[in-house]
């Protein structure tokens, strides 16, 4: 059973601050069966890490299980470590660990998670340590409100925003990029939160897609090129027919017409 990270769920204790207050060494509690090519430095590293998988759900009285099947679904994307946050419209509720997502998401976990929106992600690390707090989603409790973020992709003016937002009072619980995104969010000075993300993702440079949560809403974005696209399609009902084999072979979901 993996070392799980509780936040913001009824009856467990969060150990964030805890966590936060370690030192990070590398990769932690991950069986040899993981990805051949994690542990390794970035100068070992044959070919670019890219990976990761994001999902979300909206509108699902399951929407931790819908979840979790695309998460499993997208298990190639990424091996490392994954997480599953839900919302209520009053609860933000966020688990997560290290290992794959089947040994994470049992039965009495996914039943932890209630809510009818739901992200999740399945990360292969691509900057940052392979720690437990770096996991996805990573949720900030900020000037903006409650937010957890899912993010896929690399930010390539990372080390600039990060010593701006440190100078005007950040406090960074992780080492994670996509923390960053969620700290441009809390210290813009737009009116509204809408306003603070299209300001934030104006801000960042590189290839990413991204799903973020809040208390009642969920927001999805990439970066304008589309080098890490989202699809967004809609669960039918139970007799309706699959569709998508690939990306969602677990769910009945059909593509709505584009792309994010």
Known sequence: ?????????????DESELLASLPISGTQ???????????????????????????????????????YLGLYALQHRGQES?????????????????GLVSEIFTEDVLRKLPGEMSIGHTRYSTTGDSALLNAQPIRVDST????????NGNLVNL??????????????????????IVQLIAHSKAGTLVD??????GQVEGAFSIVMMTRDRIFAARD???????????IRNAEGPRYDRVCF?????????GRV
Do not use: W
Not at 32 to 58: I, N, S, T
Not at 144 to 151: N, S
Not at 249 to 257: D, K
């Open 1 to 13: 059973m993996s070392r799980l990270l509780y936040q913001g769920v009824a009856r467990m204790v």
């Open 29 to 67: 509690n991950v069986p040899d069966m993981r990805h051949p090519d994690l542990g390794r430095g970035p100068e070992d590293d044959p070919k670019l890490r890219e990976e990761c998988g994001v999902m979300a759900v909206y509108g699902h009285p399951e929407a931790a299980r819908q979840v």
């Open 82 to 98: 994954a997480g599953i946050a839900t919302a209520n419209g009053q609860n933000l509720s966020n688990i997560k660990g290290m």
């Open 144 to 151: 903006k409100g409650l937010i957890a973020i899912a993010h």
């Open 159 to 180: 080390g600039n925003l990060r010593t701006k937002l440190e100078r005007a009072g950040a406090y960074f619980q992780t080492t994670s990029d996509s923390e960053i």
């Open 196 to 201: 603070a993300i299209a300001d934030s993702l």
């Open 224 to 234: 304008p090129r589309g080098f890490r696209p989202l699809s967004m399609g809609r």
């Open 249 to 257: 072979g677990n769910l009945r979901i059909r593509f709505t017409e």
